[in-house]
């Protein structure tokens, strides 16, 4: 008898872990009502690069992350640059190389407490975990500050589950999709989510898309490097895309263009393009299984499919996520993934 209790749990085990693998694949589903078509937009002429935003290392208190650990991931993720912004010190800069720009993240306490926490790299300032209680900016919201709109570790800590679920369900899938399975752990991450916070808070502001990423376990030995999390994961997970239409050719052009606003935020390794042209709004995406939505002030306004869009220039501050999907019944999206987020639009 306890031969077919084994038999029917084995089966059971089988069926269930299927059933994960199917959900992995086509969860989360859209229905889009109102779709539009764009007409094929030229590529726009853009001097491109990317880069990774708010990285801790071994001289943060609560980080053990080392420099070639650093330069490892940048590398094999093929970054162009890195922002390092470890607590409260510089130190970094004695490593810094023609790839890493140094600054750091510094909490500001006034007698009431902590008040925000804010990150400078030279004269960019970053206003950092601004959706997260304990940091909340209470400052006076001035024009130069750029916002930390997607903050990678607080995002995954508040979707753990959904972020374990689908770690689960990545095992089988790693060994095939290997870099392109960071992919399928987006869908956690929410962006519109954060576009709501962002209004409610009552900002205008350019945005950025941090990592916070702390190395919390590392092993060393000989032929053996540990680090959990991995820098390579958090790379391949978001990064940011720089875009001018002159060339990205020092540090400081990369700075510079951030404080603009003249990036992307990217949950994928092709670069989304947003830019404005006669009055519209345009969008040119790296996959053709794609739609953008466009979110007034937090709210979804209209959608187009395919890898182009053209929106109508909004009347009050937008933003638009574009997405990937699977495959399509009618109306019915599956296996939607955001690929980008594009800075804030101003009427």
Known sequence: MWILFVIIGIYAFIIAFGILELLFFILPVKILKHAYKSEPIDPPEFY??????????????????????????????????????????????????????????????????????????????????????KYIWRLEKTKDLVVEIIDLRDAVIISKFTMFWRYI??????????????????????????IKKYFEQGWRNPVIGGLDHHVKIYVR?????????????????LRNFVFSKSKLETKKDIIENIKKGNTVISFVDRPSFFFEKE?????????????????????????????????EKPKKPSFVIAYSYMFNIKNIYFGVKPIALSNIILP
Do not use: Q
């Open 48 to 133: 491109v690069k990317s880069f990774v935003f708010h990285i801790h290392t071994e001289f943060s208190y609560d980080s053990l992350g080392k420099p070639e650990d650093v330069e490892t991931a940048r590398k094999e993720e093929a970054i162009d640059y890195v922002i390092i912004t470890d607590h409260e010190n510089l130190h970094y800069k004695c490593f810094e190389n023609d790839h890493t720009i140094v600054g750091k993240e510094e909490k500001i306490t006034t007698e009431k407490g902590i008040v925000g926490s804010l990150i400078t790299v030279e004269d960019l300032k970053v206003v950092a975990h601004p959706f997260k209680k």
């Open 169 to 194: 369900g990545s095992i089988i899938p790693k060994i095939f999709l290997k870099k392109r399975i960071y992919r399928f752990f987006a869908p956690a991450l929410t962006p519109e989510v954060y």
């Open 221 to 237: 030995e000989v032929g053996i490097r540990l680090l959990i999390p991995s820098y390579k994961w958090s790379f391949g997970m």
């Open 279 to 311: 009055n519209r709004v345009l969008a040119y995406l790296p996959y053709e299984n794609s739609f953008c939505i466009l979110y007034e002030e937090g709210m979804p306004k209209s959608t187009f499919v395919g890898s182009y869009a053209s929106f």
